[in-house]
């Protein structure tokens, strides 16, 4: 037991600067009368107290591993303790917590002992027995190592839910200096086999709805921010394309925890660029929700996100000339636009908006955070207000209102002394 | 959007029902057929006799519930008029208000009102259920079975609403091969699961007490080390560098501690 649980310890340490924790997005359905089901929406079954939540049972088999990545804890060169699981012990693991309610599935990845094809072997070997010998349909993300076999990229996606491969860093320059040994076009090609793949089996599925799924709740990738010097719109073209091209899923962002004394990193003890990382996950929600372009938000006169202000709001002070947008009669896309009003909101305001005209109170009621939207609608009883206002002067007014946790970096707040 | 009735005449009349769905239905069928518009319904605990209000108890009739139950279906989806359900599981003294207006909504347009959020009642009723549908997603999330040597997996929980009824098929589809219970320590019942069927079931003990010691003392002899494997685990995904405990109280409220093994202490 002590051995199982120090294993346990090492290798969900080493695991856990993975970000990726979606457990929805599959359609697997317990028919056999088994165990699990993956149809319904995620859950998020505990958070740890960095707040993150716990979905998933997210391990490295090993963290054994034949690269030296600077900006990586299991790194060959790093003086640490090292561990690996057996199959048997994976599987036994994620059954009992799977049984107990404590997750929503497994998410397995691994340094890479040998070779590729050697640890992609096992991390397959842990899916399949999941699904054939013990009957499970609870989700399985498993790593694809760049690499690997197609014939065992192949069976992954048959028995995984998910597949990813980290890009960890946004440019080739960025991964010259911090993973000389790694190259961007062999991470590339196993995300690349799968697009295809999953295209290809959707395309079978419309035909033979008897065709096994394919990797259903598709691909995601995730890059450490902070870490090389990129800039935020390196960041979000990169992520922008992944969407476009690769059809992914999900694209995650970590700031940068330091783990290391290498001088080509941050030291240990600088700070999580956390507010960094809050932004461009608000600039992908705008892509992937709200139908903003990635030009909108980050081009050559703007390639940084602004860290006061969100980027929606940042995007509507600098086209003031859309504003203000009528509630009663915009068109959805332009609704999507205004700061203050989410997704679920737009949704009410345009079923509601059918049956009658819409006013401040009614909005209120819907979630729309008016004191933020005010600036940037018009509806009906909205108390009058004076035309002067600026994107400077409204920016000061909502920055003034706002209670944020990363209050204390504003910079455009006035100082009286 | 209007939702005030032409007829105008206070109304002081109080309906008492049994604390079912099908009383309440039954009370709105009622009150349709006195007209009392804007009748109070109330349950026998919540009442008390007012001065100038007449009292009226209503007896559950499964067939007048049925009639309201049905007439909503000709402008409304199942889905939407469900609801209904999920509204009075909340058990916020406002519920009867709600749904009987928000009824008589829906029977006098002759269109689909479910998404007029432009309309209280209406508004009121999403808000409601969408804080029902938080509890039971909680619920789904923060339920921990222990197993126990007979192989029943066993839960204590002890949500805000009433949300055992709403959560038994996500269990049921997903343990389809384990047999199962949860237990809702404050409404005093539960629901389990015998490899083909959900039933609700009462236990004629004291479950505070069984909740404590003899629940440990009825354990499989692996489930100790699971839990502990858990916790174990808990604590090493955490990263402390990232502490945000605002965000871990947020997510995870202090009230449903008591019963989430990797908290319990």
Known sequence: ?????????????????????????????????????????????????????????????????????????????????????????????????????????????????????????????????????????????????????????????????????????????????????????????????????????????????????????????????????????????????????????????????????????????????FLRENRLYQTDWLLRFYEFDVKEILNESHTQLDLDVDPKLGWALRNMSVFPIDINTADRHLILRIPGIGTQSVDKICAARKFGRLNVEHLRKMGVAYNRAQYFISCDRQPFRPKDYSSENIKKYILAESNSKYKKVNTNQLNLF | MKSTLPIAAVDTSIYVYDNTFEGLLTAVFEGYVQKHWQARIVTSQQYSPQLFATKYVIETNADKATRVWKGLLPTMQKTERSCLVKCFLSELPQREEIIYQYIQYALRSHQNIA??????????????????????????????????????????????????????????????????????????????????????????????????????????????????????????????ERKNMKLHLRSMPHRYWKYLTEKMI
């Open chain 2, 115 to 240: 998404r007029d959020y432009g309309n209280k009642y209406v508004m009121e009723l999403a808000q409601i259920v969408k804080m029902v549908g938080r509890e039971k997603h909680r619920m789904e999330a923060f339920v921990r079975f222990q197993k126990l040597g007979d192989g029943t997996y066993y839960s204590v929980v002890e949500p805000d609403f009433n949300v055992l009824p709403l959560i038994a098929t996500h269990f049921k589809n997903r343990y389809a091969d384990q047999r199962w219970i949860i237990y809702d320590i404050k409404r005093k019942y539960g629901i389990a699961y015998d490899l083909d069927k959900v039933t609700q079931i009462t236990m004629n003990f004291d479950m505070e007490n069984i909740a404590a010691d003899n629940v440990v003392a009825a354990y499989d002899e692996e489930e100790v080390l699971y839990q502990t494997l858990w916790k174990a685990f808990f604590n090493s995904v955490n990263i402390k």
């Open chain 1, 1 to 273: 037991m002590e051995r199982i649980q120090e294993k346990l310890q090492i290798l969900a340490d080493a695991a856990k600067y993975d970000v990726s924790c979606a457990s929805s997005g599959s359609k697997r359905k317990n028919t056999t009368k088994g165990l699990g089901d993956a149809t319904g929406m995620g859950i998020c079954h505990s958070y740890t107290e960095d707040g993150r939540c716990v979905s998933l049972l997210k391990i490295l088999l090993t963290n054994h591993c034949i690269f030296d990545c600077a900006y990586c804890v299991s790194r060959k060169s790093n003086d640490i303790q090292r561990a690996a699981f057996t199959v048997q012990e994976v599987v036994d693991l994620t059954i009992n917590f799977y049984r107990r309610n404590y997750i929503e599935g497994l998410f397995l990845s691994s340094g890479i002992f040998k070779d590729a094809d050697y640890t992609m072997e096992r991390l397959v070997r842990i899916a399949k027995k999941l699904r054939l010998e013990h009957n499970y349909n609870g989700y399985i993300h498993l790593k694809s190592i760049p690499g690997a076999s197609d014939d065992l990229m192949q069976q992954a996606g048959l028995y995984a839910d998910r597949l990813s491969v980290n890009i960890e860093i946004p440019t080739e320059h960025g991964l010259k200096l911090l993973a000389p040994e790694k190259n961007r076009a062999d991470m590339i090609k196993p995300m690349n086999y799968l697009t295809h793949k999953i295209i290809e089996n959707k395309e079978e599925k419309k035909l033979f709805k008897k065709t096994p799924s394919f990797a259903p709740a598709g691909q995601s990738t995730q890059m450490v921010i902070g870490a090389s010097g990129e800039s935020d719109k390196d960041i979000m073209y990169i992520a922008n394309a992944f969407y476009d091209k690769f059809k992914l899923r999900r694209v995650y962002y970590s700031g940068y925890v330091p783990i290391s004394n290498d001088n080509r990193l941050p030291a240990i003890g600088a700070a999580v660029p």
